[in-house]
């Protein structure tokens, strides 16, 4: 049993490499602050505000009061001349993540914390940044101070969503792709790839055991099957640079194994040993002392 514990550890560690190293070249290096991306990451944001605020402009907003008509005025402006100067925030935290950045380490402020600030609640921002920097819009709105302010501003939750972007590099959230919505996807996620792992490892762990036996037909192909699909949905993961990917990581490793582990069964016979049969056979014998019978047994 202890040869076959290595044997599975080998191939087990073997195989993670394997996986490893095809998660790491599936994804380009994360982007530096201050690299040759930097200008088309600026550029990309520029193009994000500059539809944002036709979006804004020509919303219907008939239902604002004066008020309120009046303070998302005065917000759109202060909107296009936050773009215009392209100082955003950078995201060093998660280093290509795609996640939103209230206020970097620099003091630089997100869009959205720009305009909270210029209205004078930098209350709100300090808090934000201090508890829940890389938070959605939707997310920070469940907070009753924000909805406060955002309905005085004359502003949507939806539209203080597609005012906030993501930072180094990736897509912009619309307004239904909620943090509730994206964790549901990782859950779900997860739960499919926990589904799949136990008949993976099973098939893995009964073709490496079972060296002195006939191969089995089930384990082997089971084991190809289950590792082939595991290794496909573990590559699927990676466009997620968070829990996704490190689960896509952890299935590319898992199913290899079991597909390493079923061409090695598939290859290699029973063991010579387990092909003797045992026999016992009785024959007659004649001594100077007497007669008798002769039992012989091979094990």
């Known amino acids: 049993m202890t040869n076959t514990v290595r044997r599975l550890s080998a191939v087990a560690v073997c195989a993670t490499a394997v996986g490893l190293l095809a998660a790491a070249a599936s994804r380009p290096p994360a982007p530096r602050p201050h690299d040759a991306d930097r200008p088309n990451e600026v550029a990309r944001l520029r193009a994000h505000f500059d539809s944002v605020l036709h979006e804004l402009r020509t919303a219907d907003v008939a239902s604002l009061t004066a008020a309120q008509s009046a303070a998302r005025g005065d917000l759109i402006s202060r909107l296009e001349h936050y773009a215009a100067a392209s ?35 930098t209350d709100i921002v300090d808090h934000v940044a201090s508890t829940n920097n890389l938070a959605f819009i939707p997310e920070l709105a469940q ?10 501003a004359g502003l949507t939750v939806a539209e203080a969503a597609r005012i906030q972007p993501s930072y180094d590099g990736g897509w912009i959230p619309a307004p239904d792709e909620t943090p509730s919505k994206l964790r549901g996807q990782r859950r779900d996620y997860a739960l499919a790839s926990s589904a799949v792992t136990p008949f993976s490892s099973a098939s893995a762990f009964f073709n490496l055991a079972a060296r002195r036996s006939t191969p089995s037909r089930i384990a082997i192909w089971g084991g190809v099957l289950t590792g082939v699909a595991q290794v496909a949905y573990g590559v699927s993961g ?60 091979r094990m």
Request: glycine share 8%.
């Open 87 to 121: 100082r955003f925030p950078h995201n060093h935290v998660r280093p290509g993540a795609y996640v939103p950045v209230f206020r970097d380490e620099h003091g630089t402020l997100c869009a959205m914390a720009y305009l909270i600030a210029s209205t004078g609640r």
């Open 143 to 152: 907070s009753a101070v924000l909805r406060a302010w955002l309905d005085s």
């Open 238 to 297: 990676l466009d997620d640079a968070d829990q996704r990917r490190t689960m896509g990581v952890a299935n590319i490793g898992v199913g290899s194994t079991a597909v390493a582990s079923s061409i090695w069964r598939m290859r290699r016979p029973a063991s010579a040993a387990a092909s003797r049969t045992a026999s016992v056979s009785v024959q007659p014998l004649v001594t100077s002392h007497g007669t008798g019978l002769m039992i012989n047994a």
